[in-house]
């Protein structure tokens, strides 16, 4: 008997409609999405601007540079995609939001599904941000010109742990992050290369030794690279 595959589902709100699937429409990510497990929906913003030149944005309230995503527009884009019982979160790409973190990545997987909303200019106007409850998610300390590849950023990051899309389902759990630290270095063939051998202990054929070899790599990285993970991951030790 075959399980049925209810596919994960993005629906994108952008101004640039045009980009997606883009880069998620090859490799892992491409091959996921014509297989069916999951699936990418694009609305273009502009189709719910009104009057005779569609505008979508305005000057900010209050002065200043740049234009401001209007909320009737973008309320009418978010009312139209989100049908009644539809419980999927609704996401605003933006700097201000919390940063994307592997544990997020997994809560979103499982929520079957997310509302992505890609902003452009200086942003969007505050009052359909909390009309419509969007959350606001960051992918990282750096602007960007839009919304569109931190949503790409985001559905990359979820897609490649829906179930069928890694060959291998350990291939998901040594990674960086998952453990609270980061991940140890990786060797392959040929053995030596350019006078560099791969740590012996790699090659012992010895597994416990190589795990543990491993986890020491792991925990001494993430202490030179990234203190902050290596405090967190340290109180949760004893
Ligand atoms: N004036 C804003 C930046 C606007 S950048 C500020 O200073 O906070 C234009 C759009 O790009 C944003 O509305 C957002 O949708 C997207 N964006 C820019 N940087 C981003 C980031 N780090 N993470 C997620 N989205 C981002």
Same mark, same amino acid.
């Given at each position: ?30 091959? @996921? ?15 719910? @601007? ?24 973008i309320g009418a884009a978010i009312d139209h995609v989100t049908e009644?019982?539809? #419980? ?63 949503? #790409?950023?985001?559905?990359? @990051? ?39 051998e791969i740590p012996e202990i790699l090659t012992s054929g010895h597994?416990?030794?190589? @795990? ?25 030790q004893t």
């Open positions: 008997m075959s399980e049925t595959i209810v596919p994960w589902k993005a629906t994108i709100m952008s101004l640039y409609p045009d980009m997606f699937p883009g880069p998620l429409g090859t490799s892992l990510a491409g091959r @996921a999405l014509e297989k069916g497990l999951w699936s990418l929906d694009t609305v273009h913003i502009r189709d719910f @601007a009104q009057g005779k030149h569609r505008n979508v944005d305005d000057t900010p309230s209050g002065g200043g540079a740049g234009m401001v995503l209007r909320p009737d527009v009644v019982g539809d #419980m999927r979160p609704r996401i605003l790409l933006s700097p201000r939001g919390k940063p994307l973190t592997q544990e997020k990545v997994r809560s979103l997987k499982e929520a079957g599904g997310a509302i992505l909303l890609c902003g452009r200019f200086e942003g969007v106007d505050q009052r359909v941000i909390d009309s419509r409850q969007l959350e606001e998610i960051s992918i990282g300390d750096y602007i960007l010109s839009g919304g569109e590849l931190g949503a #790409m950023v985001l559905m990359d @990051a979820v897609v490649r742990l829906l179930p069928g899309v890694m060959g291998k389902v350990e291939s998901g759990e040594d990674e960086s992050f998952e453990s609270g630290l980061l991940e140890y270095p990786h060797y392959t063939r040929p053995t030596l290369w350019e006078g560099q597994h416990g030794k190589i @795990a543990k070899w491993r986890k020491e790599q792991s925990i001494e990285l993430t202490r030179l690279r990234r203190p902050d993970l290596y405090e967190i991951w340290k109180d949760g």
